[in-house]
C-alpha cells in the first residue's frame, strides 16, 4: 500500500511540474481533444457514412443535413462503432423527440471541405417516412 501511495506522490509531483512548464492554456487544449475512451477524437471523427438523399420539410433538412454530407459522428457514434449502420438507427429511435449531434464534412462547389456539427431531433408526424427523413448509405 505504501509503494502505491509512493508512486502516486511521485506521479503528482512530476504532473505539477510538467504543468508549469507549458504555456497557459495548453494542457486545458490538449484535454480537450481526448474523448473519455482515451482515444484522439480526430480520429475518431473518420466518416463512416453519406447522407444519399434528404426529404423536404423532414428532421434532417430542418437541422441542415444535406445530399453528399460525409458523417463523421452520429451522437456517440463513430467510424469504429457504427455496426454498419445499425447503431445510427437504434440511437435515432432512443432519441426521438431529443437533440442528437452530428458532426459532417461537406465539400463547397469550389472544393473546401467545410466541417459542421448539426442537431438533429428525430421525431414522428413530420409527413414522411421513418423519425428523420433521409437516407444514408455506409
Request: proline share 3%; no cysteine.
Given at each position: 500500500m505504501s509503494q502505491i501511495e509512493t508512486g502516486l506522490h511521485e506521479h503528482h509531483a512530476a504532473?505539477?511540474?510538467?504543468?508549469?512548464?507549458?504555456?497557459?492554456?495548453?494542457?486545458?487544449?490538449?484535454n480537450a481533444s481526448i474523448d473519455r475512451t482515451g482515444t484522439s477524437s480526430s480520429s475518431l471523427e473518420i466518416p463512416f457514412a453519406k447522407v444519399n438523399s434528404v426529404v423536404s420539410g423532414s428532421p434532417a433538412e430542418e437541422?441542415?443535413?444535406?445530399?453528399?454530407?460525409a458523417i463523421?459522428?452520429?451522437?456517440?457514434?463513430?467510424?469504429?462503432?457504427?455496426?454498419?449502420l445499425s447503431k445510427v438507427a437504434e440511437t435515432v429511435q432512443k432519441n426521438e423527440g431529443r437533440s442528437i449531434l452530428?458532426?459532417?464534412?461537406?465539400?463547397?462547389?469550389?472544393?473546401?471541405?467545410?466541417?459542421?456539427?448539426?442537431?438533429?431531433?428525430?421525431?414522428?408526424?413530420?409527413?414522411?417516412?421513418g423519425l428523420i427523413g433521409c437516407h444514408l448509405i455506409p
Open positions: 504532473t505539477k511540474s510538467r504543468d508549469h512548464t507549458l504555456p497557459q492554456g495548453a494542457l486545458h487544449a490538449s437541422a441542415g443535413l444535406q445530399a453528399g454530407d463523421r459522428r452520429f451522437g456517440d457514434i463513430y467510424w469504429i462503432n457504427h455496426e454498419r452530428i458532426k459532417v464534412s461537406r465539400r463547397r462547389e469550389e472544393g473546401a471541405l467545410e466541417e459542421l456539427q448539426l442537431h438533429l431531433v428525430p421525431r414522428r408526424n413530420w409527413g414522411g417516412r
